[in-house]
Structure formats: structure tokens, C-alpha cells
């Protein structure tokens, strides 16, 4: 038998998720934890609306069922993105949509530009559709800023699409809407898409700056493609549903919303009962965003007392669901990490597996319960400041 190229993983276990694993069975305070329904954070009455005896039919819309799109555009319309139910696809989750939007914009060997630093799966998502990555940086000393002077030399006549995750993960930055025209303005000029990644859009920490763009939903000037899906906007990964928002000029949205439809088609991926169920699960939205809104902010006052008056700091951020800790260079990343599993009995990412372009970073999750976080983000603080 043999395997496509695209399937040559490393398949053996890292040293470090071993020190990992091990540290977590020892009971060490998970501080990578990003999974809602293991901080305490789980909605058992959202997950009881799909055993209604309305999910028992079955008459598949590729696109999504009508009442289930209907509900999102008529969600994000209510908080001022106003959008047509007939430009939004569902699909089992939002990793699915962007190997959807792959196979829709680019041929084995098109390249994608990525931001760098960012959410690690995008590797795997555009290795297994044959697309090329290409990571262009973020301005780490301003806040992670979009650099669009730093992107334009690298798009090539093999480039298909920039992509964007707005809020960054792990940085939290929102894009300037002055850099969002100029990336549009870039787009169009190349006849590029934009593929914007908004899972974490409704958790900004505060009021947003002014200055910053809400959401890329809306906008006209290019072929827009804006992600999100129940997986962070109720925390409700396991239900398996997300969402494409189509935007930009008319034309050219009638013929990827119709290329999309036969793909989607292919699969016919989402569940019936969750579709069936979104109008009453998005009527949750409050209710579990405003849980989740408070539990960010006391682990981010957590952090921030821990690091008052030492050499640790938090890195500022606009929003989403990690937070990025900056301390001394006097070890690499990775020891970092083992140490404070060893010594201080808690988990924290290394910088490197968001690809943060030097050492010197440690990323935790804001997700789990304070009675263990608080705690915990003390102890490893306390750790790295005494070297
Ligand atoms: C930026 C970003 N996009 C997408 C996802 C995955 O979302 P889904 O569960 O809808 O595939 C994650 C998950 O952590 C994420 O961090």
C-alpha cells in the first residue's frame, strides 16, 4: 500500500507532550485547556433543544436549512452586520469551511498568505487540500498590528487568498480599519479573497477601540468569506456546527456561493437537529456569552495581579480567549514550559506552537475554572520571575 504525500505526518508523540501528559495525569493545573465543556462552561439545556422530535425528518439543503440560515443572518442583522440568509452556508465546523473555501479558490500548489503568529491547525487544514501556506508577519511591537506593506511583497501569481483570524488566536488583536481597507484595497488590486476567521469576534475584552473593525461581515469591495460557528459563539463545540458569510461584489458572490453549494453538496455534513435547533440555540447567545465575558475578565485580573511588580507581563490584547505572557529570555520556550510543569505543577503553551516569532513567550488559555486558574497563574508568575 501507499500513502499520498500529504499524509507523510510526524506521527510519534513529541518529548514535550509526553512531559505534558505525564504532568496532567500527576493533576497539574491545565492552563492549556481550551475546551468550554471541560471548564465548567458546558450549556446541558442547549444540548437538550436537539433531542426535539422536530429533528426526526430529513430533506438536505446543501447550503443549510432554510430556518437555520435565516437565524444566523437574523442574528448578526440585530447587532448591526446586516446579512441575507442567501449568503450563508453552514457546515459541521469551521476547520470544514476552510477546506471548503481551499478547494474553492486555489489548485494543489496555490499558496494562501497565514498570519504569523496564529492558530496552529492551519498547517494541517491546507496540507491536506495541497495549498501552499505562506505566513506573513504581524508587528509584534505594535500589538501584533496587520502590516499590509509587509504582505504585498509576498503575494505571487500563485496567491489565491489572504486569511485572516479577527480576533487574532493568540495575540487578541482586531484589525485597524484603516489596515482592513488598505488589505482590501491590496485584494482587489491582485484579485485576491479574503478568508476572515471571526470565532472569537464576539469576545473583545471591553469596549473596542474605535479605531479597530468590529467585523469584516459587510464589506463589499472584495470576495469576503467571514468563518464562525457554535463552537465559540455558544462554546458548544461538540454540537458541530459553523457558518461562511459570503460577501463582495454581486458577481462574483453568485459564483462561489453556487461553486460552494456543490461542495457542500459532496457532504451534506451538518446534523439535522442542530439546524433545526439554531434558532433557539442562538436566543442563548447572552446568556452563555455573558457567563463566558465574566470568566475572561476574572482570569485576566488574575493574571494581572500575579504579574504586578514582576518582570512577567501580560502582553495587551483586544479580545478572545488566550493570553500571551512575556518573561525573561534566560531560558528557551520549551524548558519554560517542562519547568513549570515540574515545578510548579502547571501547563502552559510554548510561544512556538502559535509560531511567535522569538522566544520568550508562554500562552495560556483564559477558559478555565479561577478556583483553579487564579492559583495556578501565581504560582507559574512566581516561577519565571525567580528565573
Ligand atoms: C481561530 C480558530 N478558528 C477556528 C477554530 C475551530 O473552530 P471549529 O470548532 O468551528 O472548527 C478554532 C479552535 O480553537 C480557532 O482557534
Same mark, same amino acid.
Given at each position: 500500500m501507499t500513502f499520498s504525500a500529504?499524509?507523510?505526518? %510526524?506521527l510519534d508523540e513529541s518529548a514535550l507532550s509526553r512531559t505534558l501528559a505525564d504532568a496532567r495525569r500527576a493533576g497539574a493545573a491545565d492552563l492549556?485547556?481550551?475546551?468550554p465543556t471541560r471548564c465548567g462552561l458546558a450549556s446541558p439545556e442547549a444540548v437538550a433543544?436537539?433531542?426535539?422530535?422536530?429533528?426526526?425528518g430529513y430533506s438536505p439543503d446543501p447550503m443549510g436549512e432554510a430556518g437555520a440560515r435565516e437565524a444566523i443572518a437574523g442574528d448578526l442583522t440585530r447587532r448591526g452586520h446586516v446579512v441575507d440568509p442567501s449568503r450563508v452556508i453552514l457546515s459541521a465546523s469551521t476547520s470544514e469551511a476552510y477546506g471548503w473555501l481551499f478547494k474553492l479558490l486555489a489548485d494543489p500548489g496555490d499558496a494562501v498568505l497565514v498570519p504569523q503568529?496564529?492558530?496552529?491547525?492551519f498547517e494541517w487544514l491546507a496540507r491536506l487540500e495541497g495549498v501552499r501556506l505562506v505566513p506573513y508577519p504581524l508587528v509584534r511591537e505594535e500589538n501584533f498590528r496587520l502590516d499590509v506593506g509587509a504582505i504585498?511583497?509576498?503575494?505571487?501569481?500563485?496567491t489565491r487568498a489572504i486569511l485572516l483570524v479577527?480576533?487574532?488566536?493568540?495575540?487578541g488583536t482586531f484589525v485597524r480599519r484603516a489596515d482592513a481597507e488598505a488589505l482590501e484595497a491590496l485584494c482587489e488590486a491582485r484579485g485576491l479573497s479574503l478568508v476572515v476567521d %471571526?470565532?472569537?469576534?464576539?469576545?473583545?475584552?471591553g469596549a473596542l477601540r474605535e479605531?479597530?473593525?468590529?467585523?469584516?461581515?459587510?464589506?463589499?469591495?472584495v470576495p469576503t468569506f467571514v468563518l464562525s460557528g457554535l463552537s465559540k459563539v455558544l462554546a458548544?463545540?461538540?454540537?458541530?456546527l459553523g457558518w461562511t458569510i459570503v460577501d463582495g461584489p454581486e458577481a462574483q458572490v453568485r459564483d462561489a456561493l453556487a461553486r460552494l453549494e456543490l461542495i457542500a453538496d459532496t457532504y451534506l455534513s451538518v446534523s439535522t437537529p442542530v439546524q433545526r435547533a439554531l434558532p433557539e440555540l442562538l436566543a442563548l447567545r447572552d446568556e452563555v456569552q455573558g457567563r463566558l465575558r465574566a470568566r475572561l475578565a476574572e482570569n485576566l485580573r488574575a493574571i494581572d495581579a500575579a504579574c504586578a511588580g514582576s518582570p512577567v507581563r501580560r502582553l495587551p490584547s483586544d479580545g478572545g480567549w488566550t493570553a500571551i505572557l512575556e518573561g525573561p529570555l534566560t531560558r528557551e520556550d520549551t524548558a519554560w514550559v517542562e519547568l513549570l510543569a515540574a515545578e510548579a505543577s502547571v501547563l502552559v503553551q510554548p510561544g512556538w506552537f502559535y509560531d511567535?516569532?522569538? %522566544?520568550g513567550f508562554l500562552v495560556v488559555s483564559l477558559l478555565p475554572d479561577p478556583a483553579t486558574f487564579a492559583p495556578a497563574i501565581a504560582r507559574a508568575v512566581a516561577r519565571i520571575a525567580a528565573g
Open positions: 500529504r499524509t507523510r505526518f %510526524e492549556t485547556e481550551s475546551n433543544l436537539l433531542g426535539h422530535p422536530r429533528g426526526a503568529p496564529s492558530y496552529p491547525l504585498a511583497p509576498l503575494v505571487d501569481d500563485r479577527h480576533p487574532n488566536n493568540p495575540t %471571526e470565532v472569537f469576534a464576539d469576545y473583545p475584552h479605531d479597530r473593525l468590529p467585523s469584516f461581515v459587510g464589506r463589499r469591495r458548544l463545540p461538540q454540537l458541530k511567535l516569532d522569538r %522566544e
